[in-house]
């Protein structure tokens, strides 16, 4: 399957506010000595929980992208793929999924994706 520029826009787009979100994350926590490692580790979990959900839901359609009315799509996706994310990281790490860490990086995940998102609608159908 080909993926098209608009797609990998947002892609690329939902990558970098994973990332903001987990940095933000790390530095609250005044995390910065393991910063690298504390990066990847929720990171790329929560980016694959994502792709593999968000493909279902129709996150990576250009089309329902450019509509309002569809941004329950991205919403709901990222409610879904945190506790995927959080089944990975924990399996990744060889620990258990911690509840609570799932909950706030999933909701501030789920806010950051949405508000990204809704930008993304507004430059692209302003004329």
Known sequence: MKITKQQWVLLAGDAVVLLLVNLYGILSHQMMADTGNSLWRTFLP????????????????????RQPRQLWRPFWAM??????????????L???????????FGGFSTL??????????FITTRK
Request: cysteine-free.
């Open 46 to 65: 929560w980016l694959a929980a994502w792709v593999l959900v968000g493909w279902h839901v129709g996150v990576f359609d250009p089309q329902y992208a």
């Open 79 to 92: 409610i879904l793929a945190s506790p995927l994310g959080g089944f990975l990281r924990g399996a990744m």
């Open 94 to 104: 060889g620990n258990d999924v911690v509840v609570l860490f799932v909950v706030i």
């Open 112 to 121: 950051s994706i949405t508000v990204w998102r809704a930008l993304y609608w």
